[in-house]
C-alpha cells in the first residue's frame, strides 16, 4: 500500500481545466486522491503518441474496436489497462487491480481498484479504496467515465 496523495490542476472528463468558485483555475486540492483519479483516466482514455511529454502513454483501447466480447479479450483488455497504469507510475503493480466484465454485446465494465494509505489529505478511512469504473464500447471505440466512480470500504 502507498500514498498517492497529490495536488494538481482539475480537469474534467474532456480536458478543460476547471474554474474555482474565485475564478481561478481550479485544482485537486479539496481531495488529494482525484488526482489520481484523473491520472487513471488519461492514461486509459490515451493513445500511445497523444501526449508529446511522454508519447508511449496511453492504453490504446482502439486495439480492441471490433473484437468479439470473449474472456480472452476481456483478458487482454485487463492486461493491458493494468500494464499501462503501471508502466506510466500511475499506481504501484501490487496496490492495483482491474477487472473486465461483459455488460452487452459490444460494450465491457472496466473497473479499477487501487488500494491506498488512509491521511488527513485523502479523507479516506483506514481500509478504504479508490474505485474507478469505466465502460468502454468496442464498435464505437468510446470510453464512458461512470459517475460512481469513488472511494469504496
Given at each position: 500500500?502507498?500514498?498517492?496523495?497529490?495536488?494538481?490542476?482539475?480537469?474534467?472528463?474532456?480536458?478543460?481545466?476547471?474554474?474555482?468558485?474565485?475564478?481561478?483555475?481550479r485544482d485537486t486540492g479539496e481531495d488529494y486522491l482525484l488526482s489520481l483519479i484523473q491520472e487513471i483516466h488519461t492514461v486509459v482514455k490515451s493513445e500511445i503518441g497523444d501526449w508529446e511529454g511522454d508519447p508511449m502513454v496511453g492504453a490504446t483501447l482502439s486495439d480492441f474496436i471490433g473484437e468479439?466480447?470473449?474472456?480472452?479479450?476481456?483478458?487482454?483488455?485487463?492486461?493491458?489497462?493494468r500494464y499501462k497504469l503501471i508502466e506510466a507510475q500511475v499506481?504501484?503493480?501490487?496496490?492495483?487491480?482491474?477487472?473486465?466484465?461483459?455488460?452487452?454485446?459490444h460494450q465491457v465494465m472496466i473497473m479499477i481498484n487501487v488500494v491506498v494509505v488512509a491521511t488527513t489529505e485523502n479523507k479516506l478511512?483506514?481500509?478504504?479504496?479508490?474505485?474507478?469504473?469505466?465502460?468502454y464500447d468496442t464498435m464505437e471505440n468510446g470510453l464512458f467515465f461512470m459517475p460512481d466512480t469513488s472511494v469504496q470500504e
Open positions: 500500500m502507498a500514498i498517492y496523495d497529490s495536488v494538481d490542476l482539475f480537469w474534467s472528463w474532456d480536458g478543460d481545466f476547471g474554474i474555482g468558485t474565485d475564478g481561478d483555475v468479439a466480447n470473449t474472456r480472452e479479450n476481456g483478458k487482454k483488455l485487463e492486461d493491458r489497462v499506481v504501484r503493480q501490487d496496490d492495483l487491480s482491474v477487472r473486465v466484465v461483459p455488460v452487452s454485446i478511512n483506514v481500509g478504504d479504496q479508490v474505485n474507478v469504473n469505466l465502460l
